[in-house]
């Protein structure tokens, strides 16, 4: 949620911001803005909408500044207007600040502040901060940020300027994720690499109640306490290409694209055919303890929580130890119950998603083995797991997760062979599983062979307002999965259910203008699903079946069959999902929607 880019150095600031936040702006995107110092004063524009409208306003007139803030927002307090876009000032215009997160306490704050005859022009709790430590300003930006900060619930990464002190930006965060660029003559802040990567890879990551300086020769680090903390420089693997397009129109088609090669590479090196095993370097100093867990959690928020469930069925069934999925934001308030020899699993793409880190701290307070299973290398929570997997699936920016999806369950499915063999699997039981996950790439590329016929369905149905999917077993995170697909990129209403469940209730919802779709996949739960297509044609409802190749039988059943190739049962949802997604790209583009960046949401959710 919210991007922040800030720059000191000796280039002309304002088209470096530009680049930086348009690099962000899948973390929020309804208004953007940017301050720059220039000749001891603030210039700030500001718009509502997308970085296209900011850019319109810059009018050419704001070259030679070497220092400035640019922030792309996702609307917490108040609507995306310019008024209520940042940065946002203090009382006097001479300092700004970018903020990503949400102050608790600002009515308290902002009853403080009117006290002392305050006004107040947007609706934000940020133009709060900005007062607050404008309030405390008595000449150095650092002491007042410190100081206004000590006072603040909630949650910030901010970056703050001063007029007065053109040589300097003041950066902190706690619980919004915000690093340090260290070039050899410039320093960004960000918040995150996307933004910075073509500028060095090297990068400091700010721990939760921390303060970064940056000057025009040099940095320091402090606590908000102020004591000193000496941070490491860390380099960041991704690369500028893997941020464009590459020839796609968009990035979920990119990624969709991309899975066969992103499940080989994070399988690569992990998976020892002689010995039939996995090997999990980021796991080997907790395996142990590990395979001897008593109970698992694991705990994640939208898609990472589909995989999650897809994950259950894969560590009950290969390790045999009890494992539960739960929503990061249930888990964190309801006070569960944490056993000795539980272990909580977090699962995120972005590693920077609120309620998945509390959720994780909160296992872990109660005496949890914390684990994570994440995509971005350094974020919070690949910093605070006791240990974990990462993706290695490269960046993702649709906002609409996909590639990230089969990546969490190619590592949850590594985890449960990796267990599952320590605890009872035989060599040649895994061997053969382990098997079958090589070949899931091969698999999944010629799944993508549906796009034309998914495109060709999606045309037939994309007036259909209400869509249903249905899943057995392992299908049903899938038919979860399909239907979150659609409904964040199209618009288009679309609910997921296990398939049994259709009969208590939406059931009554089926007309001929309700497509459902039902993953009928050959395996365990086949004929089942076989009777409830039976029972959606029976009351005129359309089907859209995805079915295993050479299945004649259901091409009898269904309206549309999407065949994909067979699969072990287990591995199964790495390949059914293919189609789903396809089908809610296709149905996205031709509604016109704006598929990287849906309406209302955003890829990093960092606020609760
Ligand atoms: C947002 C994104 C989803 C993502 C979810 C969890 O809702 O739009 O695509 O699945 O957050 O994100 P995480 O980064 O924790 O996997």
Redesign the pocket.
Known sequence: MCGIVAYIGQKDACPLLIDGIKRLDYRGYDSAGLVLIREGRLEMRRAAGRISALERKLDGDLGGATIGMAHTRWATHGPPTETNAHPHCDSSGKLAIVHNGIIENYRVLKQFLEDLGHTFDSETDTEILAKLIGHFYEGELEKAVRRALCEVRGTFGIAAVHADEPDVIVAARRGSPLIAVVGSDEYLIASDAAAIIQHTPHVIYLSDNEVAVVGRDGFHTTTLDAAPVTKEVEEIEWTLAQLDLGGHQHFMSKEIFEQPEAVRTCMRGRIDMDEGRVVLGGLSSVARELIKAKRIILT?????WHAGLVGEYLIEELARIPCETEYASEFRYRNPIVEDGTVVIA???????ID?LAALREGRDKGAMALGIVNSVGSTIARETDAGVFLHVGPEIG???TK?FVGQVTVLAMIAAFMGRRRHLSQSNCHAYLDALQGIPDLIEQALDLSTQTRKIAAELVEMDNWLYLGRGIQYPVALEGALKLK?ISYIHAEGLPAAEMKHGPIALITEDMPVVVLAPQGHWYEKSLGNIEEVRSRGGRVIAIATEGDEQIAHLAEHVLYVPRAPELLQPLVTVIPLQLLAYHAAVLRGCDVDKPRN?????TVE
């Open positions: 994640a928020c939208g898609t990472a699962i995120s793409q972005s590693g920077e998603t998945t906002v609409a997760s990230a964040e949401l955003a890829k990093a959710v």
